[in-house]
């Protein structure tokens, strides 16, 4: 390992902890094409900061026209990679295309190289990719292409994609990546790109969300979350289909059903990654999260005299939760807006610090029976100090309430819930997560009324039952140990 990498890999580990206590989503995508030459740059900016949310590691601007095609990428926030000067680079009068990321990472490490988009010289010219999610049959493919001769720069899962739709020398961009749609598995959204056109595609399962956006003046975006599009100024068209290539160029919007399509989108965008100002796959995030408070109050009422939620992610389903109750809501803790993930306690004894000075109880829940709702537990150990914070602050009971079912099983998809052996409820039952964050009581939504919150036929819900849609990696131990697991 070279001296930078090994800087920047202690920077990465220094600035996110492994293994937080929410799970944490994987990264943004988003690609535009349009016909006139514009500032794509500051377009494609846009958008991946309203992406920040899935992914803070790094992030990067591929943009294209004419002859011309540059790259600017880094480890940090959009706010951080991207100033002025840094999109100057970016800006050149011919362009028309590109395509944009934020990241987090699990395969592949945190460093710079492994940032993406990515690129790659072939027969059909420079080609940039970028993608949400993971492909579970990456190593094998990558082991293959290397048996082969191949030669690998990064340690992610979208080199392999590239590396897959150059090696189709024979067929046109389009053709390729819809061959290679066909050999890659797993759960993932994917944005493409060479100088004349985007290309978007979903896998099979529809595991992670890409939505279609049109400008009003001409041209097409392609974007992680409907959100990203209301901020660039284009409007909601679709959602693109589970198997389906969709490709954005002169000749405007073109699609072929590459895949037969077998919707079960992640349950987690609802419970808790997706900004809540819009529909995936049709079903509007908000209101899902305010029926799985209501859900949960109707599975799992409790005697009390307040309803809080934790912020941000729990206060959608603590509304829910009161309005189907009865019982008041009330902002009980405070969020701190300039605790974010800069935040790095100096020594492991003032850890517990760090929950303190990210929320602050409020003087309503003191002397009263508080209910308490997020999202989820993960290890339970932030949970267990927000209970505490509200003790301190005088409250007399604290009953949880969580909007997503144990977390028992990892992630193959996308997503960052932790090691197994992590998690909190793989390996304790209800009653000892219950003890260990120090409640009066503990409750979890159903996987059934979860489904029925959310409101679609099917959704991925692996991490809570194990079983995985889009299937597992090969050869994984965990997948072999899911059996074995036993929850009391
Ligand atoms: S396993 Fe869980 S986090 Fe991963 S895609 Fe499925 S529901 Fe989402």
Known sequence: MSMRHAIERARASAAVPRWPDKPREECGVVAVHVPRPLDIAALVHLGLFALQHRGQESCGICVAGGDEIRIEKDMGLVTEVFTEERLDKLRFPAARTGIGHTRYSTTGSSLRFNAQPLTV??????????HNGNFTNAKVLRDQMLGEGAVFQTTNDSEVMINLVARYAHLSLEDATARVMGEVEGGFSVVLMDRRRVLALR??????????????????????????????????????RPGELVVADDRGLHSRQVLPGEPTPCA??????ARGDGALDGAPVHAARVRMGEVLAAEAPADADLVVGVPDSGLAAALGYSRRSGIPYDIGLYKSPYAGRSFIAPSPHLRDQKVRLKLAPTEAVAGRRVVLVDDSIVRGTTSGRIVQ??????ALEVHFRVSSPPIRFPCFYGIDTAARQELAAATMGVEAIRERIGADSLEFISESGLSRAIGLSRTCLACFTGRYPAGTPEGDSEKA??????VG
């Open 481 to 486: 140990s899911f059996e074995q697991v036993t």
């Open 389 to 394: 914070l509200l003790r301190d602050a005088g």
């Open 121 to 130: 010289r072939s027969n059909k010219g420079l080609l940039a990719l970028a």
């Open 203 to 240: 896998d099979r399962h529809g595991v992670r969300p890409l939505v279609i956006g049109a400008f009003p003046d001409g041209g097409y975006v392609f974007a992680s979350e409907p959100g990203a599009l209301r901020v660039m100024g284009a409007a909601f068209v679709r959602d693109v």
């Open 268 to 273: 987690f965008e609802w419970i808790y990654f």
